[in-house]
């Protein structure tokens, strides 16, 4: 028998369906958990899972729309049908289409619909999720909670206004359910991830904001997908038993350096000197 760090649990990854979400659910079926790829996209889904399932791993594709309080209850109800509890839950869902991202601008041109879509998919979906899923934990006595966030939903930025407001209240909405379970055992935390390009969101952002943003992560590269997913596994398993209310920020440095770093970087290369 395999045994790994996640080896018993069940892992009900949201938004798995493709990008990151994928990633982290092949990771942790890696380290022996079974997986729920719960995707609005049911094909991409079920194609996940295969994929899993072909590596002689466990998992289990549901069409899900986290938005919908009956279509969450359902996922739930089917994920102890089928593989009889919940140790993990990660809130990855997010609308991010690049319809949503010709909508979610500055304030005064936002799409009303947009910002309302942001709400429901990214944070009400991550309530509601929760809101279904920690009863099962709370059985347990045991569980782990881990919000998909940014550094957007921490820092202002020049657009996609709805997305940093949802991402910055998951970070709080990781707090509260810490600070509301913690005695029960589940733990809550945000993950605050830098720019880790996956296939479906990426592929339309012009090439030079990918440089732009790249000269501000202080790693030589963006991220992958693999990092990401490997901190993912790092919170769902015991060995962050201790860890929770936390904001664990797997982002390259983006988010701790100061604003000029960038610009003052390539001034010190033009001079040749770093003396002030
Ligand atoms: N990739 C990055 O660089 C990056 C950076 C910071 C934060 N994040 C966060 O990581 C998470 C994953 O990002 P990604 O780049 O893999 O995105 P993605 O667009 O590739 O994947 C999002 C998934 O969510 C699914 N989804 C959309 N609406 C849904 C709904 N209503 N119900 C269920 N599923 C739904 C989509 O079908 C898709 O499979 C997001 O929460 C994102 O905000 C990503």
């Not at 991409?44 to 899900?64: L, N, Y």
Request: negative net charge; aromatic residues 4%; glycine residues 10%.
């Amino acid at each position: 028998m395999m045994t790994g760090k996640l080896t018993g649990k069940v892992a009900v990854v949201t938004g798995a369906g493709g990008g990151l979400g994928a990633e982290s659910a092949r990771v942790m079926a890696s380290h022996g958990a079974s997986v729920v790829i719960a995707d609005i996209n049911k094909a991409a889904a079920e194609s996940v899972a295969a994929s899993i399932v072909e590596q002689g791993q466990k998992a289990f594709a549901i069409e899900t729309d986290v938005s919908s309080e009956d279509s969450v209850k359902q996922m739930v109800a089917s994920v102890v049908e089928h593989f009889g509890r919940i140790d993990v839950l990660h809130n990855n869902a997010a609308i991010l289409s690049a319809e949503q991202r010709q909508g979610d601008l500055d304030v005064i041109n936002m799409d009303v619909d947009a910002w309302d879509r942001a709400m429901a998919v990214n944070l009400r979906g991550a309530m509601l999720c929760s809101k279904h899923c920690i009863p099962e934990m709370i059985k347990l006595q045991r569980g782990s909670v881990i919000n998909a966030t940014s550094g957007l939903g921490t820092m202002g930025d020049l657009t996609l206004s709805a997305y940093a407001a949802s991402k910055a209240a998951l970070i709080m909405l990781a707090k509260s359910i810490a600070a509301q379970y913690g005695k029960q055992g589940v733990r809550a935390n945000a993950l605050l991830i830098g720019l880790a390009p996956a296939e479906n969101a990426h592929g339309s952002m012009p090439a030079r904001l990918l440089d732009i943003i790249r000269e501000n992560h202080l790693t030589p590269e963006l991220g992958t997908p693999r990092q990401i997913a490997d901190a993912v596994a790092f919170l769902a398993s015991d060995e962050s038993s201790f860890v929770t209310g936390s904001t664990l920020s797997v982002d390259g440095g983006f988010c701790s350096h100061t604003p000029s770093l960038a610009a003052t970087r390539e001034l010190f290369a033009e001079l040749g000197s770093n003396k002030m």
